[in-house]
């Protein structure tokens, strides 16, 4: 176990790390903190939801001085609302210091940006495009930043962001510390490494598998028609707490919330055709449980970090294995236990085996629910809804009724009666989607981790550290660690999105960046 005492850091720091809630220090912070405190360059790989923005931002902030009036940090990321929710934690770890943080990124107005760049932030965390912006406009200078960080490397890089970071990192002095950072290194990576970095330690806290081990993974064979069916009865079947649908393309991701609205879900969607405002609200509105579903293209796939998370489902496979370990990433964080479920069609299996291959994992299979499964889910949270009542409840006022029907009426038809109007009959909606095309399976070596490096065995081999939240049993060796619940804010409501900002590529209707990239380019 590692305290955050152990990396001799200030008491602000350390203050702030407190009310955060943090503990001890996940692996990846354990090993990277002391390198990067050491102002080395380094590329930092751990499993999705273990903690690597505090691994680059607390060294980071460590870096810098409260009276400094110069942008010091650049941190940059591939998603508009990731940008956001980095900036909120670098703010949230340097409250106490008093540093001042920005984000920047496309689709927010750039007058109010260039406003608040007059206040003098000392970090500023953006997306490529819109920093490529400013720096043409000369509104922000980036020739004293000492530290820069890619936040996802690998994926600005599928995105075509190279030609934007080059440009960005050449106004950048040579005199610099340079971290990347993302759960998932393919070999290309080496390029932007060889690039941009200066004999970069290597950093990586990756056991046997790459997917984070606290989820719970398997797939369902459904034909693409039943899909939707299958879904309605997973949700009735499971009641998620949270949940986020993955749909392969915006047309996709609009037909399925648009469904699921009909169908009486409390669902909404994200992609990158939506404007800034209505995906600031769409993502407010799910991490304040407003709305319990969440569908989305991969531009939720990174990074993304939403307490109560507990169930992600691949509606459609994603093309890449790096996009499914980050997609179903997005549960199972901080400790916490997750379940992640992929559709798969007939003629995909072979693209699930790739994925199973590459990211080192068996998925399991598991049969597709039945009405009558999901019949008694639904049945089940009304019988713990009713339950909860029963022992909360003021129920005074109800009682001369109840009395009076109960005389009238037999108490388990009474009882039936309620219960039915809880759960709500579902609704008979047709609903018919456009359907999709199958993925096909394609080939390259079973190799997602940093240039084929071995990778460190840490602890228990599954990720292990400590966590508090659980029964006494749950102490070591599950990837988790220590927190309280209390994380500050964590609601507070931000977006990051948005693949806006990227170049337009000849992708299609698919919102995700990867065009159908040549079996070769995971390779080069
Ligand atoms: N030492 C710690 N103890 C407890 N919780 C922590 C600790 N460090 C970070 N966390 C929390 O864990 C969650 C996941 O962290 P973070 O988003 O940095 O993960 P990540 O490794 O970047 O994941 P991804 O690969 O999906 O981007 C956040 O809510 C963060 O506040
Ligand atoms: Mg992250």
Redesign the pocket.
């Known amino acids: 176990m590692t305290t955050f005492a152990e990396f001799n850091l200030e008491p602000k720091v350390i203050q702030a790390i407190t009310e955060?809630?943090?503990?001890?220090?996940?692996p990846?912070?354990a090993k990277s903190i002391p390198i990067a405190l050491t102002g080395s360059d380094m590329i930092g790989q751990?499993?999705?939801?273990?903690?690597?923005?505090?691994?680059f931002g607390i060294p980071l902030i460590s870096k810098i001085s409260k009276t400094d009036e110069k942008i010091r940090a650049l941190i940059m990321a591939p998603t508009r609302e990731l940008a956001i929710q980095v900036a909120e934690?670098i703010e949230k770890l340097s409250r106490f210091k008093g540093l001042r943080t920005l984000p920047i990124y496309g689709g927010q107005d750039i007058v109010r940006q260039i406003r608040a760049l007059k206040k003098k932030p000392q970090i500023i965390i953006g997306t490529p495009g819109r920093l490529l912006d400013h720096i043409n406009r000369k509104t922000i200078k980036l020739e004293d930043v000492n530290t820069v960080v890619l936040?996802?490397a690998d994926e600005m890089l599928d995105m075509g962001f190279m030609e934007d970071i080059q440009a960005i990192l050449k106004q950048v002095p040579d005199e610099r510390q340079t971290m990347l950072?993302?759960?998932t290194m393919p070999t290309n990576i080496q390029k932007l490494a060889q690039q941009f970095l200066k004999n970069p330690e290597h950093v990586s806290v990756i056991p046997k598998q790459v997917s984070a081990p606290l989820i719970d993974q398997a797939y369902i064979e459904v034909p693409e028609r039943q899909k939707f069916e299958a879904l309605s009865r997973l949700l009735d079947m499971e009641s998620p707490e949270l949940a986020i649908v993955f749909g392969r393309t915006k047309r996709r991701v609009d037909e399925l919330a648009e469904a699921l609205q009909k169908r009486g879900y409390s669902a909404d969607g994200l992609h990158g055709d939506l404007s800034q405002n209505q995906r600031d609200t769409v993502m407010r509105k799910f991490r304040d449980g407003s709305i319990d579903v969440l569908v989305a293209t991969d531009v939720a796939a990174?990074?993304?970090?939403v307490?109560g998370v507990t169930h992600v489902v691949n509606f459609d496979l994603p093309q890449d294995p790096e996009s499914y370990v980050?997609r179903i990433?997005?549960t199972g964080?901080?400790?916490k236990e997750g379940a992640a479920w992929s559709f798969v069609t007939p003629r995909e299996i072979d693209h699930l085996h790739f994925i199973e291959r590459v990211t080192r994992h068996r998925i399991p299979r598991k049969p597709l629910p039945t009405l009558a499964e999901a019949i008694e889910g639904k049945q089940r949270i009304t019988a713990e809804r009713l339950l909860e009542v029963v022992e909360n409840g003021e129920l005074n006022e109800y009682k001369g009724l109840a009395i009076q029907m109960l005389e009238q009426y037999d108490s388990v038809q009474l009882l039936s009666a309620a219960m039915k109007l809880l759960t709500g009959e579902k609704r008979e909606t047709t609903i018919e989607l456009t359907p999709e095309d199958p993925i096909r399976a394609k080939r390259r070596k079973p190799d997602i981790r940093s240039g084929g490096r071995k990778p460190s065995n840490f602890g228990s081999g599954r990720g292990g550290y400590n966590r508090d939240n659980r029964s006494s049993s749950g102490g070591a060796g599950r990837g988790g660690?220590?927190?309280d619940s209390n994380?500050s804010g964590?609601g507070g409501g931000y977006n990051r999105d948005n693949r806006g900002d990227r170049k337009p590529r000849p992708s299609g209707s698919t919102d995700t960046r990867r065009a159908p990239r040549s079996e070769d380019s995971f390779e080069s």
Do not use: P, W
Request: aromatic share 8%.
């Open positions: 955060l809630g943090f503990e001890e220090a996940t990846i912070q751990a499993q999705t939801g273990t903690g690597k923005t505090a691994a934690e936040d996802e950072f993302s759960a990174r990074g993304l970090d307490s980050h990433g997005r964080r901080a400790g660690y220590n927190r994380r964590g």
